[in-house]
């Protein structure tokens, strides 16, 4: 169980780094916003792994809160980008 804690951790804070090097040096707007929305799913997925490990379910209502919030991201930056390729 340990072992697959730390194998966890790790792929985890790898994807959060490669994440960050997006956001970054994303070449447009659109990479970066994607990237955030990417990051925010590694987020939900760290405290879902974090509540299923510690058998804690107090964890799952932070978890709903940051799923809605992707949720509505999502469709804030799809309208925004039908909008600016409208115009």
């Known amino acids: 169980m340990t072992y697959a804690a ?4 790790v792929l985890l804070t790898a994807a959060c780094a490669m994440t960050l090097v997006r956001i ?3 070449p447009t707007t659109l990479d970066r916003i994607v ?6 799913a590694i987020t ?4 879902l792994a ?4 510690s058998r804690d379910p107090t964890a799952l209502p932070v ?3 940051v799923s809605l ?13 039908s909008r600016e390729q409208d115009s």
């Open 6 to 9: 730390v194998a966890i951790a």
């Open 24 to 26: 970054v040096r994303g």
């Open 35 to 40: 990237a955030t929305d990417v990051l925010l």
């Open 44 to 47: 939900a997925t760290a405290i």
């Open 50 to 53: 974090e509540a299923a490990f």
């Open 63 to 65: 978890l709903v809160v």
């Open 69 to 81: 919030l992707g949720i509505t991201g999502s469709v804030a930056v799809a309208r925004f980008v």
